[in-house]
């Protein structure tokens, strides 16, 4: 089962525009706040109406303007999972759970609540009100009530982004393992590049209403073909530059970043000398050393001032002062090991192919 | 103590706050979620009765309910007589007078609810219909009960559009409030008080009752 996306929808910031598919399996909708992402899922539950398109799951033909196709909301068939959960909050979990299976038997009512309840871990909780359970239970809750009624496709607005790590991978092992005899086509909506990684296998990426890429999370955030894309994938180093030399043997070109003396080798690309390029570099693909390295294989060794550093959870964040201003990740043994304070001289080594090249 | 006057009113006014109820959803429930743009129009023809003049409301009821308008000419040729001075004018006159006070409360109250619950049971399967019965109306259940006991309360109060649609007929259309004036103009307080008397506890422990379910800040007019 495939859902095909096609719409188009004049929306007050800009024009939404996606064309896209979403096989069996966890789809991210990837993209900043703001760019249309969950207007995409409004659209394909038919909570808004787009202009322009057509929307189909399989062969079911879900809206189509062409022939003024649209099937009203209570008769998709499409599990939506909304950022704020929406869980009713004057019926137990049960009652929520079971809510989109009313004129089915009783029967089978409870033996579908039990199971879906059962693969959630909410057999212990069914009594009780949204109010009185945990935000992981909610999520749950409203993970287990929009996948009773086997929905023939799953829409997931955000709902995890709150949760921590542990519990946010646990639920998502939980969908997976519910999906994996059923396989239908989960679309996960998020901004958050580390969920890619951690629950997608395909992702769409979006910005300002267009489809910027699609691919496996590998392709997509780690060779982002696009400047807005990669701050978004998590390249906290986004420089401008000017390409000084090209070296067609090695593969490589000298760039110099604008504003600055500081020189950085990145992979060739087809951009020629004297043209301007805008390189994205990780800030955990920095390496720091207090003394000037020698003897490496890494062509970029930039000498520089710590000017800042703060610790941020499992992660010492520096900003180092190298002409242009570099932001490094390291772990706090490292951060200790170097014993860095502010006002240290440092030298950073970056790899050539640690460089990324997007556009602007 | 006009004891036919006390159980007129009653009968009135449990028969006008219950249509309210039964009328006064479905155009609650369109004002508070329709999209149209010329919902105001609509809003502003329901809310009318609390900013006119009680006279001016039944002055036009009272001709739109005679001999000359089509509504009475219908109304003469179903039943053999007029509307006018009857109850069953003073029934009609009173829903209109009464609309907003029943239908203000629950729209505001049905407008509340989160959007996304509604949306949320819509994706569930649910009909609008079933989405209303399950979800919006047990949210705003307090909305609803204040639509029911101020179109009630309001009823039992309402002098004007009375006296001049329905007159002052005892056992008819004879009012408490009607009543009341009455002794007054005969003279007679002593009998004046102790309805108005009976009035005033009436009107304190509707009000009571009124902010006792809203859990909502306190407001001065307990209407929106």
Request: proline share 5%; aromatic share 8%.
């Amino acid at each position: 089962m495939t859902v095909a996306v096609d719409v188009r929808m004049r929306l007050s910031a800009f024009v939404l525009d996606v064309t896209f598919e979403v096989p069996a399996g966890v789809t991210i909708l990837f993209g900043a706040s703001g760019a249309g992402k969950t207007t995409v899922l409004r659209a394909i539950a038919g909570l808004v109406r787009p202009d322009h398109g057509r929307i189909a799951v399989g062969e079911r033909v879900l809206f189509d303007d062409a022939t003024s196709t649209d099937v009203a909301v209570q008769q998709r068939q499409v599990g939506y999972v909304f950022q704020q959960l929406a869980l009713f909050p004057h019926l137990s979990v049960e009652d929520n759970i079971a809510y989109g299976l009313s004129g089915r038997p009783l029967d089978e009512r409870r033996s579908r609540v039990a199971s879906v309840a059962d693969s959630f871990g909410l057999l212990t909780l069914l009594q009780r009100k949204p109010t009185q359970i945990s935000g992981g239970e909610r999520q749950r809750a409203a993970l287990a009530r929009a996948l009773v009624t086997d929905p023939a496709v799953l829409l997931l607005d955000e709902p995890l982004s709150a949760l921590d790590h542990v519990v946010q991978s646990r639920i998502m092992d939980d969908l997976r393992g519910w999906n994996e005899a059923r396989q239908i086509p989960v679309l996960y909506v998020t901004h958050n590049h580390r969920e890619v990684y951690a629950l997608g296998e395909r992702v769409v990426a979006l910005e300002a209403g267009r489809v910027l890429a699609t691919g496996s999370p590998h392709d997509v955030l780690d060779h982002p073909t696009h400047g807005v894309l990669a701050s978004l994938a998590g390249f906290e180093n986004i420089f401008d530059a000017v390409v000084i030399e090209r070296r067609e043997r090695s593969g490589t070109m000298q760039c110099r970043l604008q504003g600055a003396i500081a020189e950085l080798e990145v992979p060739l690309t087809e951009a020629a000398v004297g043209q301007m390029v805008r390189i994205a570099i990780r800030a955990g693909d920095i390496l720091v050393s207090n003394q000037e390295p020698v003897g490496l294989s890494a062509r970029n060794i930039l000498r520089g001032t710590l000017a800042e550093l703060s610790v941020h959870g499992p992660t010492v964040v520096a900003g180092v002062d190298a002409g242009v201003h570099f932001v490094v990740h390291l772990t706090p043994g490292g951060a200790d090991a170097l014993q860095l304070h502010g006002g240290s001289r440092v030298w950073l080594v970056i790899k050539t192919y640690s460089c990324r090249l997007v556009s602007t | 103590m006009d004891w036919q006057a006390i159980w007129l009113t009653v009968k009135l006014a449990t028969l006008v706050s219950m249509t309210l109820l039964v009328l006064g959803m479905p155009l609650a429930h369109w004002l508070a979620f329709t999209r149209w743009r010329g919902k105001f129009l609509i809003e502003a023809v329901v809310s009318l009765p609390l900013v006119l003049p009680p006279t001016v409301l039944g002055f036009y009821l009272l001709m739109a309910m005679g001999s000359r308008s089509p509504i009475g000419r219908w109304w003469m040729s179903l039943t053999g007589h007029g509307l006018a001075f009857t109850f069953e004018g003073l029934v009609i006159a009173s829903l209109v007078y009464n609309l907003p006070f029943a239908v203000q409360p629950m729209a505001a109250a049905f407008a509340q609810v989160d959007p996304a619950l509604r949306e949320a049971s819509a994706t569930l399967g649910a009909s609008p219909l079933r989405t209303f019965a399950r979800i919006t109306l047990p949210l705003s259940i307090e909305g609803a009960l204040a639509g029911l006991v101020l179109s009630f309360a309001h009823t039992v109060g309402e002098f004007g559009v009375v006296l001049m649609v329905g007159g002052n007929l005892p056992g008819i259309t004879r009012t408490v409030s009607v009543s009341i004036y009455d002794r007054v103009q005969a003279l007679d307080y002593s009998g004046a008080n102790q309805t108005a008397l009976l009035l005033l506890a009436f009107s304190f422990t509707i009000l009571v009752m009124v902010y006792g379910f809203r859990r909502r800040p306190w407001a001065a007019v307990p209407l929106t």
